[in-house]
């Protein structure tokens, strides 16, 4: 009896799978509005297609396949591509499943990037689309995804890695300007809390969180110096360390410039001090994932040494941790990816309840704030 109320529970939210987003999540957040709930649907599918790549990325995903009887055996090698010349499904896992699987989500994304360009109001005919029809949409994410593993690899694959180098800097960018938006509302929400009443605390808040990110660029230069470079190597290391140190010196200064005070009136070192520690966290993620060991110790070595002062440093030789070998499916997913994670849900989240810029000044005010932030994408 429970089974039948079950089923015919679900029943009733399959209009709402092919209606509008607000259906979908109207018990959760019943007061919002349809293209809010859309957004956050949209970011949700974005989130959990990540969740997905990580779990396929994991090493031990291939031995989980290998379980399932017949799954790796002949049968599959004469469907999916590639997996006649390899013996152990990599195929279906590791950086081939991640470039399948984010190729399906770039189709669905650009798709309706397209069908949306100059769309500007809810009555739109194409909006109904936009914001429902979920159920076809999931099926067509679904579909993309199964047949992008059938895809020939060879040169998808090579084209993919390029392909993704290159997003990585868009994405960079996409961050920087969430990032500076955040920190350029942060600071004009409490300067006007501090012209409206009691400025001596807003402005000692605000003097004491700008100092305290300084501080902490000012902590991670010293730990990048002390952990990713030797004496007698890690040149590249050395160089970017200091270029990104320089170029965050010349943005804070620019900051509080008499001209880009008069231009940007709101323009102040607390912005600065949040792209400096960005860029001494985008720093240390290239860094991290460095082949050469004795450049790169791993972020639990770190932990060791400074907890047991008494070990030798953590990218010293002797403790520099034994280079296994090169995998054939690709890199592995280490602790500071999830770091990066973390970075990627936070900036999905913040852009999902941000509004269009009302103007074109606002347009060109936040291209001022992007230029001083381009140091944070030398890395």
């Known amino acids: 009896m429970g089974a039948v109320l079950g089923v015919f529970s679900l029943a009733s939210w399959v209009p709402c799978l092919c209606g509008g987003a607000s259906c979908l999540l109207c018990s959760c957040c019943p007061n919002s509005k349809n293209?809010?709930?859309?957004?956050?649907?949209?970011?949700?599918?974005?989130?959990?297609?990540?969740?997905v790549c990580c779990i396929m990325?994991?090493?031990?995903?291939?031995?989980?396949?290998?379980?399932?009887?017949?799954f790796c055996d002949e049968g599959l090698k004469t469907k999916v591509a590639d997996t006649i010349l390899d013996k152990h499904c990599d195929v279906l896992v590791r950086y081939k499943a991640v470039y399948r699987i984010n190729f399906a989500l770039a189709v669905f994304f650009f798709?309706?990037?397209?069908?949306?360009?100059?769309?500007?109001?809810?009555?739109?005919?194409?909006?109904?689309i936009h914001n429902g029809f979920w159920f076809f949409k999931i099926a067509a994410i679904v579909g993309i995804m199964v047949g992008s593993f059938y895809i020939p690899g060879g040169h998808f694959t090579t084209a993919w890695f390029f392909i993704g180098m290159v997003g990585a800097a868009f994405f960079i960018l996409i961050q920087l300007v969430l990032l500076v938006d955040f920190a350029h509302s942060w600071n004009e929400s409490w300067v006007n809390r501090m012209e409206e009443g009691n400025p001596r605390c807003w402005y000692?808040?605000?003097?004491?969180?700008?100092?305290?990110?300084?501080?902490?660029?000012?902590?991670?230069?010293?730990?990048?110096?002390?952990?990713?470079?030797?004496?007698?190597?890690?040149?590249?290391?050395?160089?970017?360390i200091s270029f990104n140190l320089i170029l965050c010196i010349?943005?804070?200064i620019m900051s509080i410039h008499p001209k880009i005070q008069e231009h940007q009136p709101r323009s102040g070192l607390l912005q600065s001090s949040i792209i400096t520690l960005y860029t001494m966290y985008l720093t240390w993620s290239a860094m991290s994932n460095e082949?050469?060991?004795?450049?790169?110790?791993?972020?639990?070595?770190?932990?060791?040494?400074?907890?047991?002062?008494?070990?030798?440093?953590?990218?010293?030789?002797?403790?520099?941790?034994?280079?296994?070998?090169?995998?054939?499916?690709?890199?592995?997913?280490?602790?500071?990816?999830?770091?990066?994670?973390?970075v990627f849900v936070l900036s999905l989240l913040y852009s999902r309840r941000k509004k269009p810029l009302p103007d074109p000044g606002s347009a060109r005010i936040l291209a001022l704030k992007i230029a001083s932030a381009m140091p944070a994408i030398a890395k």
């Not at 293209?35 to 969740?51: E, P």
């Not at 990325?57 to 017949?70: C, D, N």
Request: proline share 8%; hydrophobic share 45%.
């Open 35 to 51: 293209s809010t709930v859309t957004r956050l649907i949209y970011a949700f599918i974005l989130f959990l297609g990540t969740i």
């Open 57 to 70: 990325f994991h090493e031990g995903m291939e031995t989980q396949l290998k379980k399932i009887p017949g």
């Open 111 to 128: 798709a309706f990037f397209l069908l949306m360009l100059k769309v500007k109001t809810s009555k739109d005919p194409r909006a109904a």
């Open 204 to 240: 000692a808040a605000l003097l004491s969180v700008t100092s305290m990110f300084y501080i902490l660029s000012i902590i991670s230069v010293v730990l990048l110096y002390t952990y990713y470079t030797k004496p007698d190597g890690c040149t590249e290391n050395k160089f970017f």
């Open 250 to 252: 010349v943005v804070s």
């Open 291 to 342: 082949p050469d060991h004795s450049c790169s110790p791993g972020l639990l070595s770190i932990i060791m040494h400074m907890t047991s002062p008494t070990l030798a440093p953590a990218n010293a030789t002797a403790l520099a941790p034994t280079p296994a070998a090169p995998s054939q499916s690709g890199p592995s997913l280490n602790k500071e990816n999830f770091i990066g994670l973390v």
